[in-house]
């Protein structure tokens, strides 16, 4: 939720995918991360797989996403 919450704070678009109800979901989950774990997100191709907003806000910083 954290992570979540930054992004909200941030006003950055994503789109939040349920992936322990949903077979299409979870099996592009395996696909590009090969792991279950969650939050998982996919920034421009970039995995970052069982993830925090620490690490995402530095991720977001490094890489000069705007808001960040």
Avoid: W
């Avoid at 995918?17 to 970039?46: H, S, V, W, Y």
């Amino acid at each position: 939720e954290e992570v979540r919450d930054l992004l909200h704070s941030k006003a950055i678009d994503f789109e939040e995918r349920e992936c322990r109800n949903n077979k299409k979901n979870f099996d592009e989950l395996m696909e590009k991360a090969g792991q279950t774990l969650t939050p998982t997100l996919d920034i421009g191709g970039e995995i970052m797989a069982d993830t925090d907003a620490e690490a995402v806000s530095q991720y977001l910083s490094k890489n000069e996403i705007p808001h960040f």
